[in-house]
């Protein structure tokens, strides 16, 4: 499909995503002449409205965003660009230009839930609680949780079976607290084993 720079004074509005974990980054604009630079140099380059010229996210900072995947939409008037970001994509320092909380989807905001209450020591928190048992006390629960799923899983309780799976990925998130990890470390790993030929096929 061909973009239509037609519209709007020749721009069209780019939404950028971050390629492994979805989170919306940012929106910038584009006239043809960036999008040709930036499918070019696989460095997302906008045309700033402000600037009144080119100007290639992180030309000052060094927080490039490289471009994996590029997609234009159905009315061939907007582009969502899903890249890699170096560092900070905000000017504020923050990894997105939205409300942190909710642009990455209700997993990282149940993470940052459990991260809070172990932070700020609420003493009537059953998370905080386990926390502070240690991280022999937080694995054993886990694998009680991984255990209790199974055995749901031979059953026909679908209600049951999905109580005890939430069960576990919540426990399992209190685990990568205690190792020091988060979400998207192991998104990561996951990332990088995708692109070895067949491993999950």
């Known amino acids: 499909m061909q973009i239509d720079f037609t519209k709007e004074n020749g721009l069209v509005p780019v939404i950028i995503q971050n390629n492994n974990t979805l989170q919306v980054l940012m929106l910038g604009y584009m006239n043809k002449e960036a999008y040709e630079k930036t499918k070019n140099e696989r460095k997302v380059t906008f045309f700033s409205r402000s600037k009144n010229r080119l100007w290639t996210k992180g030309e000052a900072s060094g927080n490039y965003l490289f471009v994996k995947d590029i997609q234009i939409d159905c009315d061939n008037d907007t582009i969502l660009i899903k890249a890699d970001p170096k560092g900070a994509t905000c000017h504020t320092g923050t990894t997105s230009c939205f409300n942190e909380e909710t642009s990455k989807g209700f997993l990282y905001q149940l993470e940052k839930t459990i991260s809070d209450r172990i932070d700020n020591d609420l003493e009537n928190s ?76």
């Open 126 to 201: 059953y998370t905080n609680k386990l926390y502070k048992k240690g991280i022999n006390k937080v694995a054993q629960k886990v694998g009680e949780e991984a255990i209790e799923l199974v055995i749901e899983a031979k059953d026909n309780d679908a209600d049951l079976f999905k109580n005890e799976a939430a069960d576990l990925m919540y426990h399992y998130l209190i685990l990568l607290k205690a190792k020091g990890f988060e979400l998207m470390d192991i998104e990561e790993v996951l990332k990088e084993r995708s692109k070895t030929p067949c491993r999950y096929e």
